[in-house]
């Protein structure tokens, strides 16, 4: 991702910054001044590039390892461990009785994770499959959407859901019958009152952030954020702790939970935050989240509004407190990253920026839209003029392309869902995101989803002009997301001076191309100069 | 199946700066236990609010403060609930002893509709109202937004109990539109107006919304008469025999005062009249609400000013 040097064969590293790169005669003039390099060659056979960001994931994706993994492909626990994956329901169920069967607290709920429905297509997992696991206990399974759970009978006589009327969150057969399946929020939280498991308070602890770690460097993350905490006061203690430690494998930026207090006392907050800062644990950016999502027709469309007729979205802030915050974060010289996913919101986010930009003028805010998976032209335009980045959630293209095209959005403006593409045409600032755990954390999985944009189903979304090559997508997932994190002096390119942060790959990306990006395996990270290596096998 | 006692949950909804923060600051701090004049109307609210500052409670009323609750000296809680609605809930439904009644501050671009899904899933809940608050004032603006009229309409559609806030600040035609519209739209629902947040509690909580019982119609309909003003330096003797001449007619009162005894809190609940010595400074502020037979917010004002101290 240097101009200058685009490839070399060698890279010296000291005192977790890169000395230099470049061949290994250019590399032996810093022995004069630094004293004699030792050669490693363990990974003369593998491709180097600089260390992944994942400028938009939730530590929340460490949670999960507390609990047993029943997804599709395999997949490596932060320990090691790899999880094999699971070929049909019948597989899935069998490994759950597996699990039961060893679990000594067999009376506690039993919750899985990751099960995805999308490759099962003879037929819908339901309640009579988990109670064949277990009937005197709750057996639940999220799927890896974390949209919708699969619960056994005892969960559902508990939520007592003969009684509820709502299909909104019960699905039901054609006969009425309730199938075991919970439904968006409402049904995640019948089955955490049920069981008396609360998913989200787990969410926060030190164990969490490692696990989450482990599970980025795997994919050859070496910077990774927590996009909104709310950071409750004396949490960063613990945070730095955890972060700060040498085997922790991984750089943090922690986006500040905006509306979490009023602009005045947030803007403080940060400040105090930002005094916490390390070399590895950054709190430099505050996250506002402005409309809700496409896919739970909760994000706020520009007439005509949702292909399938649904009632418009919902606002997550009213636009005009959206404003005072920006206004106010922007006097202080705090970047702002907005989540807005609809392209009503959109507009309104950008009214916004350009309010508090007139207010309080600043050159470099780089203040960045996050998702805002339905821009056009006309609003990559008028980002470029107000110097707002974006960061797109390319992996929706896979995960949620066919809905998009049929239910949600329809097929015209699904063409131009994360336009990657438009977007470095009309010169706005790219990166590229899994929000994990919403879908799954690894950048050449994102990388390969904007270079191809096709669906799950097997369909290619737009017509060619919205795909970027393997060499932008490559730069959207490095220098991209550093640029979007005002890191880019520190982090994003191997270059004399900068972090030692290294993704160590078993095959030279450029070479494998758009088709087989996703499928590289990642060998292990360096951080800072420390070598983390992938003890099983990537996904 | 599960035969747990259920909580009565109100969602106050309505746009940014229509009064409801004004509305539940006066429900929490009039309606803990030791405000009440018998158990039956005395209720430990739990609040779900977008912000504690904006409620500025009286710092006397403070028991304790930690992380994202308040605990109110009076058996009121107040929650902070950020932007993730289902961790709050879980949070307050895992609270011991468990709370007489929850009362949700919607933000203004909420659909009250959907946060009452909460209450239709948890078998230890149920919807009690949708308390709407209109800005009287405002009215023609946020039904007209490009960005939030479908939300303003929303609002008003999911009401139980529609509240005009801000009477004063609208002209008469205004007003009379007003009523005549939300009249229109909503012939069923209850109707009244507000101003600074005060009602009599028993209007806005326990409206049984989704179980149609019939609502205390002559008290909405006719309106009902409230004063609130500052008093300086006035003897309690005095105030509790002004509020004495008020009988049957006042329905509350409550004042945070001074005398020559020096600071003191009166309260007028349930026909009782209480007053209690008072640590903090007295702010002078004192609220009198009663049925429409009572004189008026005018001549409210001047009984109450009367012997005022100059
Ligand atoms: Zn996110």
């Known amino acids: 991702m240097n101009p200058h040097l685009p490839h070399a064969t060698h890279i010296a590293v000291r005192d977790g910054h890169i000395l230099g790169v470049g061949t290994v005669d250019d590399i032996d003039g810093w022995q004069n001044a630094w ?103 709750s057996v639940i399974v999220l799927h890896a959407s974390l949209h919708i759970l699969n619960a056994n009978n005892f969960v559902m006589e508990a939520a007592d859901v003969k009684g509820a009327d709502n299909s909104e969150f019960i699905r039901r057969d054609e006969s009425g019958q309730a199938t075991g399946e919970f439904l968006g929020q409402l049904g995640y939280y019948m089955a955490m009152r049920t069981t008396g498991i609360n998913l989200l308070a787990i969410a926060s602890s030190p164990e969490t952030l490692v696990n989450f770690a482990n599970v980025a460097r795997q994919t050859g993350v070496t910077t990774a954020t927590d996009l909104v905490n709310p950071m409750p006061a004396g949490s960063e203690q613990a945070m730095r702790e955890a972060v700060d430690a040498d085997d922790f494998p991984m750089r943090l930026v922690v986006a500040f939970q905006g509306n979490s207090m009023e602009p005045a006392e947030g803007v403080a907050r940060m400040q105090e935050l930002q005094t916490s800062n390390s070399d590895k644990l950054r709190f430099s950016l505050v996250k506002m989240v402005a409309d809700g999502s496409i896919q739970g027709f909760s994000a706020r469309l520009k007439w005509p509004h949702y ?67 339905m821009a056009t032209r006309s609003d990559f335009k008028r980002m470029k003029s107000l110097g707002v980045g974006v960061n797109l959630f390319s992996n929706h293209l896979y995960y949620w392309g066919d809905a998009h095209i049929n239910i949600t959005m329809g097929p015209e403006r699904a063409a131009r869902l994360d336009d990657a593409g438009g977007a470095l045409a009309e010169g706005v600032p790219l990166a590229i995101h899994s929000d994990a755990p919403v879908t799954a954390l690894a950048p050449l999985f ?89 003890q099983g096998r990537a996904r | 199946m599960n035969r747990l006692p259920q909580i009565p949950l109100t969602i106050i909804s309505g746009f940014l700066g229509s009064g409801k923060t004004s509305l539940l600051n006066h429900l929490l701090t009039q309606s803990g236990l030791e405000n009440a004049p018998s158990e039956k109307s005395g209720r430990r609210i739990t609040a779900m609010v977008n912000d504690f500052g904006a409620l500025n409670i009286d710092a006397e009323l403070i028991a304790a403060k930690h992380g994202n609750q308040i605990a109110l000296a009076n058996g009121c809680v107040c929650c902070s609930i950020g932007d993730d609605l289902m961790r709050s809930f879980m949070d307050v439904m895992q609270q011991s002893p468990l709370p007489d009644h929850i009362v949700i501050e919607a933000s203004g671009v909420a659909e009250p509709r959907r946060i009452a899904g909460f209450a239709s899933v948890d078998p230890q809940l149920r919807l009690d109202g949708i308390v709407t608050l209109v800005d009287a004032s405002a009215h023609n603006v946020h039904s007209k937004d490009p960005y939030l009229a479908d939300n303003y309409a929303k609002q008003i559609e999911a009401a139980h109990l529609l509240l005009i806030s801000k009477p004063d600040l609208a002209d008469t035609a205004t007003l009379e539109n007003l009523e005549s519209e939300l009249a229109a739209q909503k012939p069923d629902v209850p109707m009244a107006h507000v101003t600074h947040g005060v009602l009599p509690i028993d209007l806005v909580l326990g409206l049984n919304g989704d179980h149609k019982i019939p609502q205390p119609q002559e008290i909405i309909e006719h309106g009902f008469v ?73 001549a409210l004002e001047k009984i109450f000013r009367q012997n005022e101290a100059a």
């Not at chain 1, 350009?354 to 805002?372: F, G, K, N, S, V």
């Not at chain 2, 002004?242 to 009162?253: M, S, Y």
């Open chain 1, 446 to 534: 994102t990388a390969w989803c904007a270079v191809n944009r096709l669906s799950s189903g097997g369909v290619t979304l737009g017509n060619g002009t919205q795909n970027i090559s393997v060499e932008e997508a490559l730069y959207a997932i490095t220098m991209g997301a550093a640029y979007s994190l005002k890191m880019e002096n520190e982090i994003g390119s191997l270059e004399a001076g900068k972090r030692a942060d290294i993704a160590i790959l078993a095959d030279d990306p450029i070479d494998v191309g758009a088709e087989g990006l996703k499928d590289i395996s990642v060998i292990g990270t360096m951080v800072g100069g420390h070598v983390h290596l992938n």
């Open chain 1, 35 to 137: 004293g004699p390099l030792e050669l490693n060659a363990d990974f003369a056979d593998k491709t180097l590039l600089p260390g992944f960001i994942e400028g938009h994931s939730h530590m929340m994706e460490g949670m999960f390892w507390d609990y047993h993994y029943v997804g599709y492909y395999d997949r490596e626990g932060p320990d090691g461990t790899v999880w094999p994956g699971l070929k049909s329901i019948d597989e899935v169920v069998a490994k759950l009785k597996e699990i039961q069967a060893a679990r000594k607290d067999i009376d506690t709920p039993l919750i899985a994770w990751g099960f995805d429905p999308i490759y099962f297509t003879d037929r819908r997992m339901n309640a009579a499959d988990l109670d064949s696991v277990a009937t005197d206990c």
């Open chain 2, 226 to 298: 409230q004063w609130a003003g500052h008093l300086t330096d006035i003897p309690r003797a005095a105030l509790i025999a002004k509020l004495e001449n008020l009988r049957p007619h006042v329905l509350r009162a409550k004042g945070v005062l001074r005398d020559a005894e020096g600071a003191y809190v009166l309260h007028l609940a349930g026909g009782l009249i209480t007053t209690a010595p008072y640590a903090g400074k007295a702010s002078g502020h004192f609220v009198i609400i009663g049925q429409p037979q009572m004189p008026d917010a005018a």
């Open chain 1, 307 to 373: 292909y399938n007729g649904a009632p418009n979205g919902l606002w997550y802030i009213e636009p005009e407190r959206l404003g005072d915050y920006l206004k106010a974060f922007t006097e202080a010289g705090i970047q702002v990253h907005v989540h807005t996913n609809g392209d009503e919101c959109t507009e309104v986010a950008l009214d916004k920026i350009e309010e508090a930009l007139r207010a309080h003028p600043w050159p470099d805010h780089r203040h960045t839209l996050q998702h805002c998976q």
